[in-house]
């Protein structure tokens, strides 16, 4: 029997139903654009967005692939790890514990009608709690990126 594979894959499936880690009460403070495009469409976009912007796609989780793995299904949901290593070398010099928050996360799940929704945590909120200027600096590029990974993917067709 795979146990392990299939407790990973229940536990990832249902981390990343709950709200993929989010504290509560921290959505409402999290940019949320909802797209046009279907869900695997709105992943492809997401993708060529991060590879556009100069990012690397670090990780992508998905509790819809965790979940089928038990046998449940559930509808499309994907959390993209975002990162470079000209960020991370400018994080880890101003901060070493700062480097759990690497690599950024942006969430991408299929709405009802098929359609998707993205949502991330601004970097300034990630790295605020660190209380470095160098950090807030950085952070403060990351948001701009950020926001425009997420307006290239939503106003792509």
């Known amino acids: 029997m795979r146990t392990a594979p299939v407790l990973y894959a229940l536990i990832l499936a249902v ?8 504290a ?5 403070q999290n940019p949320i654009f909802r797209t046009k495009a279907p869900f695997l469409q709105a992943e492809k976009n997401l993708t060529k967005a991060i590879r556009k912007n100069k990012m690397g796609l670090v990780s992508k989780a998905s509790a819809t692939h965790g979940a089928a793995a038990i046998g ?3 509808k499309g949901n ?5 990162y470079h290593p000209r960020f991370a070398v400018r994080m880890l010099k101003a901060s070493i514990p700062a480097g ?8 991408l799940y299929e709405n009802a009608d098929g359609t998707a929704t993205i949502t ?3 970097p ?15 952070a403060a590029e990351l948001d701009g990126i950020l926001a425009k990974i997420v307006k290239d993917a939503v106003s792509a067709p």
């Open 78 to 82: 994907r959390v993209f790890g975002v």
């Open 15 to 22: 981390t990343l139903t709950a709200g993929g880690g989010l």
């Open 100 to 107: 759990i928050e690497a690599p950024l996360r942006i969430y």
């Open 24 to 28: 509560a009460g921290d959505a409402g």
């Open 124 to 138: 300034s909120d990630v790295f605020r709690p660190y209380g470095s200027g160098d950090l807030d600096r950085m």
């Open 120 to 122: 991330y945590k601004k």
């Open 72 to 74: 449940v299904k559930i």
